[in-house]
């Protein structure tokens, strides 16, 4: 598959220093992020959702909180351009979770057409080097009728705004 050379610079930024720091942050950042994991965990909830896909899962703290929210027989996927954090994140799955996590790139991973019924990102999808692209993959991946949820941020001068 032929890759941009900001995909190649991306997955190599966290494959190495940046996918290490934040798996030796990992209990810091996830305090961090509960907030957002919560609203995640919620959405999830609200439907619910049987077969969720996580784009960008990280060390998959929010994976797992949606796996333990929903319960069997909901099926989780955690996909992360990161070997590191995907080796983290399989290690903290818990009894009874229904997860899996795929260390790929979501923006061109070959999931099954139409799997999933919500697809949820915190904190992934601004890393998409072709975002027209990347979201199409994730909408052939998407159930009809699924729904995205997704927290992204933005440049500092306008998160202030």
């Known amino acids: 598959m032929n890759t941009s050379p900001t995909e190649r610079a991306q997955a190599a930024l966290w494959n ?10 990992q209990a810091m950042l996830d305090r961090m992020f509960r907030p957002f994991e919560s609203m995640l965990a919620d959405a999830a909830a609200a439907r619910p959702a049987q077969a969720v896909l996580d784009v960008g899962c990280g060390t998959g703290a929010t994976t797992h909180a949606i796996a333990r929210r929903l319960g069997p027989p909901a ?6 351009i990161s070997a590191p954090m995907i080796a983290a994140a ?3 799955a818990g ?5 899996d996590f795929l260390c790929g790139d979501a923006q061109t991973q070959a999931f099954a057409p139409g799997r999933f019924d919500l697809l949820v990102s915190r904190f992934g999808v601004m890393f998409f080097d072709d975002p027209v692209a990347a979201f199409a993959n994730l909408r052939r991946a998407a159930r009809p009728g699924a729904e995205l949820r997704l927290i992204a941020w933005r440049s500092a001068d306008q998160n202030l705004s």
């Open 16 to 25: 190495g220093r940046a996918g290490r720091a934040w798996v030796d942050g």
């Open 75 to 80: 099926h989780c996927v955690g996909v992360d």
């Open 90 to 92: 399989r290690l903290r």
């Open 95 to 99: 009894q009874g979770e229904r997860t």
